[in-house]
């Protein structure tokens, strides 16, 4: 059984940054490729970030510049580091892992707060 669990959201001021880690624990090695997604209230759950098990990375443009991902494979973790923080960057994010057989795990979430 596959359980991804995030952490390091919080409250921040406009400008500041936050990095959020997810662990990974389970039938992790089938992953190719994991990453955040975000959900504000009101909309549509979205890509943030993602990147493969090979280190390729893809972003959204609202966050390219801001926002970095990466991936500790022997722990089982992915990280994002979110800088230059704004309030339209106020959601809940999820980290995701994608394996190879196209199923799609979903942590439990964490709220990140952007006051202006």
């Known amino acids: 059984q596959v359980q991804l669990v995030e952490s390091g959201g919080g409250l921040v001021q406009a400008g500041g940054s936050l990095r959020l880690s997810c662990a990974a624990s389970g039938r992790v090695f089938s992953f190719t490729a994991m990453g955040w997604y975000r959900q504000a209230p009101g909309k549509q759950r979205e890509s943030v970030a993602s990147?493969?098990?090979?280190?390729?990375?893809n972003y959204a443009d609202s966050v390219k510049g801001r926002f970095t991902i990466s991936r500790d494979n022997p722990k089982n973790m992915v990280y994002l580091q979110m800088n230059s923080l704004k309030p339209e960057d106020t959601a809940v994010y999820y980290c995701?892992?994608?394996?190879?057989?196209?199923?799609?795990?979903w942590g439990q979430g964490t709220q990140v707060t952007v006051s202006s």
């Open positions: 995701h892992g994608d394996n190879l057989f196209g199923s799609i795990y």
């Open positions: 990147i493969t098990s090979g280190g390729n990375t």
